[in-house]
């Protein structure tokens, strides 16, 4: 077997659930699009079923999932739905929707379903990627509300630099949004994972926390609001080669790394095609055995090389953390000038293995 191994720690998932959820106050939905940021949906989402308030998922596909898993929590599905049939999957599975768009409206208003929908209705207070301008918001929330086909609509919105704490873009947004909602009633869920960790007004009924469940921090460096969090994920490999290379040779493709002393250069079964990042190359850390290292020459599609010059107990068959304990997947997400969020959404082919 190669030995890639994904190990994901439920126990891990379900303690920053239950930190967000503190933090946050009130109820919080349990983000677990894209297959869960890449862990497994219905694995994480069978970790918190007795705890949790619900799960938010991108689309209707991802919900089946779950339901097809004999998960019954509420589902918020995070891009509403995106054609008229999906609809009455909707309605037979108690799923919630988010209106984002004029024409998620109509279909809504053009449908007969036999029991009302649940909405969480979007505005834009300031992205521009989704919802309804502040403008026209209370129009939408009206139409829906006097169609007899809701029964409760959570008002909404996302933000765009939550992950930049020292901006005031986030409270402008939060001020637009309480400004366009005034006298409209309903429950509020504004806040992901950054404005839990750092922006007190934004925690009111509902929160939405993602990255932060799977033990990363969408916080630049040096914010320790991460601190409590733990990584859920541990991708490990082993050395299955070693060589011993003098000074002045060249490691890898292109010869991007040439050794400046001798070097005992140990080989990794993980590359890109398992979703290490390509552009994490020399320089990387990587943990062997516990210690810290680093990648040296360019990762390829299978295959790393990594420095073990200065770990002479490391040898064939040491094992090697790729991020999770010893390496925080913050680490590498720098190093590839990307995000924690693309890296976990990213590995592929990997065992993955439940503890
Ligand atoms: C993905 C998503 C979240 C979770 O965001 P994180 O930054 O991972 O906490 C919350 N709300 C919406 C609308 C989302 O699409």
Redesign the pocket.
């Known amino acids: 077997m190669r030995p890639l191994i994904a190990s994901i720690r439920l126990e891990h998932f379900r303690h920053n659930y239950e930190l967000a959820r503190r933090q946050h106050g009130g109820r919080a939905l349990a ?1 677990v ?1 894209a297959n869960a ?1 890449g862990h497994g949906a219905v694995r994480c989402a069978q970790a918190v079923a007795d705890i949790a308030d619900g799960y ?1 998922v ?1 689309c209707l596909e991802e919900a089946l999932q779950l339901r097809e898993a004999g998960l019954t929590l509420p589902i918020l599905l ?2 509403g739905v995106f054609e008229p049939a999906e609809l009455a999957e909707v309605e037979r599975h108690g799923l919630w929707l ?1 209106v984002q768009s004029q024409q998620q409206l109509d279909m809504l208003l053009a449908s007969q379903p036999a029991k009302p929908y649940r909405v969480w209705l ?1 505005m834009d207070s300031g992205m521009h990627r989704a919802g309804f301008f502040p403008q026209d918001y209370a129009a939408a929330y009206q139409r829906l509300a006097e169609s007899g086909k809701v029964d409760g609509i959570v008002k ?1 919105t ?1 933000f765009a630099r ?2 930049e704490p020292a901006l005031s873009a986030t409270a402008q947004q939060m001020e637009t949004f309480d400004a366009a909602c005034a006298g409209l009633p309903g429950e509020i869920s504004v806040a ?3 404005a ?1 960790m750092v922006h007190e007004r934004t925690r009111r009924d509902w929160g ?6 799977y033990g990363a921090t ?1 916080l630049p460096a040096g914010y320790e609001q991460g601190a409590a969090l733990k990584p859920v994920m541990r991708l490990t490999s082993r050395v299955f080669g070693v060589r011993e290379l003098a000074a002045g040779e060249p490691v890898g493709y292109g010869a991007t790394f040439v050794t400046e002393r001798p070097t005992r250069v140990g080989l990794i079964a993980c590359g890109y095609a398992d979703g290490y990042p390509r552009l994490a190359s020399t320089g990387s850390p990587v943990a062997i055995d516990g210690v810290r290292s680093r990648i040296i020459g360019r990762v390829s599609m299978d295959m790393i090389t990594v420095d073990l010059t200065d770990l002479p107990a490391a040898g064939i068959g040491s094992e090697v953390e790729l991020w999770g304990d010893s390496v925080h997947v913050n680490e590498v997400a720098a190093q590839a000038g990307t995000i924690a ?1 693309e890296l976990l959404c990213n590995v592929k082919r990997a065992h993955f293995v439940y503890c």
């Open positions: 983000v699009k940021y938010a991108a995070l891009e988010v979007k909404m996302h939550a992950d992901n994972s950054a839990i939405r926390p993602g990255i932060m469940l969408p969020y």
